[in-house]
């Protein structure tokens, strides 16, 4: 597989809290759309609710380059399904803090309070078959708002014990939002699931097995401070989520073919008052050149991005058009938001200005909530299809993004596969 760096990296963000003041109630809402809304283009949206009634489909990748079938063939019989753990009950501690000192499970390492990593032995990537599902379940410790997580995938060099995040290949496979929870009440756990199935090609790439070891890194972020003075045994206490990390695989669909992956942007600024955070300031667009290395038969671009901005007025409760651009072509446009948030209403189990004593309307629902509070973000994958070698243009625009007071940010992450 051909692995390129296609433009400089700029340093990676860390993970950015879904709400950072402590002293508002209404901490964020909504969710991503599982719906494009272009001139019938299309995306598949690999994130499933946790909740049930939620919005994210999961299934087959669109424009994969993949083909359907059984995934075995002649008389060999199927696989049995397996899913294996990655992380198993990792705890989070207060994302502003110095780094702990804290125990952590052998063959973890803790890059920062909210980032932790593993490598993938060679005996858990045999157990990958030609699909895959991720699996997230995010426990209650002393954070008792909504916040921002994500799992990606490192490419760092073969035989390394450690790495540096911000100087190896890295693509962000999914992103979440935790609830509002109580550690004393139940649920106590949330879970999440996204359709993965287009990182078996990577992970099983002999070209890439070569130069790389994989790991997977689980990023929650958590602030105890609030949690200190509201739920009972946190006060003085600063871990702040518990999570664990699965991955699901079976052979019901014959494996994607891709060879080319490009690595493009991870968890970068988005808005429109920053420098270096779209194209010029005042404006909410963002354009990424590529360099593709040979003609492609096929290609994608997986994009993820969420709105956030607590403030009044605050980006993640106003809906906004999304446009997507490939080479000047409108490939994808979406507004992000669930029909409702109440299927997560359960896993909120701390009092939130967001959810309220009584359930809410779709309508009203609709009228602010951008992502829901224990729900997915959206993993957007947007077909583009045959395309020559050299230089691309991606764009991505939110012309009427306003981030009042220059506050808020989307969080942008994007790669590339191609066949």
């Not at 059984?70 to 696989?79: E, F, I, L, T, Y």
């Not at 005996?123 to 426990?139: C, F, H, I, S």
């Not at 993820?304 to 446009?333: K, M, P, W």
Request: aromatic letters at 8%; proline letters at 6%.
């Amino acid at each position: 597989m051909h692995l390129r760096r296609a433009i400089p990296y700029l340093c990676p963000l860390a993970l950015l809290a879904a709400c950072t003041d402590e002293q508002r109630s209404d901490a964020g809402t909504g969710g991503g759309t599982g719906t494009s809304e272009s001139n019938g283009s299309t995306s598949a949206v690999t994130g499933t609710s946790a909740g049930s009634g939620g919005t994210g489909a999961s299934g087959s990748t669109a424009g994969s380059g993949g083909t359907g079938g059984s995934g075995g063939s002649g008389d060999v019989p199927p696989r049995e399904p397996e899913e294996v753990s990655v992380l198993e009950n990792i705890t989070f501690y207060d994302g502003y803090a110095e780094t702990v000192d804290e125990p952590i499970p052998p063959g973890v390492i803790r890059h920062n309070n909210s980032l932790v990593a593993t490598r993938l032995t060679g005996e858990l990537l045999a157990k990958v078959q030609t699909t895959l599902k991720v699996r997230v379940v995010v426990g209650a410790l002393c954070d008792n708002y909504d916040r921002l997580g994500s799992v990606n995938l490192a490419l760092v060099p073969k035989g390394a014990q450690t790495y540096v995040p911000g100087q190896v290949d890295r693509i962000e496979v999914a992103r979440f939002v935790t609830p509002f929870m109580d550690m004393n009440k139940q649920p106590k756990t949330v879970p999440y699931e996204w359709e993965a199935s287009n990182l078996v090609p990577i992970l099983k790439d002999p070209d890439l097995l070569a130069e790389h070891d994989f790991w997977f890194e689980l990023g929650i972020f958590g602030v105890p401070y609030a949690a200190n003075d509201e739920v009972p045994g946190c006060a003085g206490r600063n871990d702040t989520q518990l999570g664990s990390l699965l991955l699901y695989t079976d052979s019901t669909r014959e494996a994607q073919d891709f060879g080319v992956l490009l690595p493009l942007a991870i968890s970068e600024e988005f808005n429109n008052y920053a420098t270096g955070a779209s194209d010029k300031v005042g404006t909410t667009r963002k354009t990424v050149s590529f360099e593709l290395p040979a003609d492609t038969q096929d290609a994608q671009l997986v994009l993820i991005t969420s709105n956030h901005g607590a403030n009044q007025g605050g980006e993640e409760y106003v809906r906004r058009e999304h446009y997507v651009y490939v080479d000047g072509e409108l490939a994808l446009q979406y507004k992000p938001g669930r029909t409702s948030c109440e299927p997560f209403r359960k896993y909120n189990t701390q009092g939130n200005g967001i959810y309220g004593a009584s359930p809410r309307s779709d309508k009203e629902w609709q009228s602010f909530s951008n992502w829901c509070p224990g729900d997915v973000i959206d993993t957007r994958i947007v077909p583009w299809g045959a395309a020559s070698a050299g230089t691309h243009e991606f764009v991505i625009d939110v012309p009427d993004a306003t981030f009042v007071g220059g506050e808020g940010n989307i969080p942008f992450s994007l790669y590339l596969q191609a066949r």
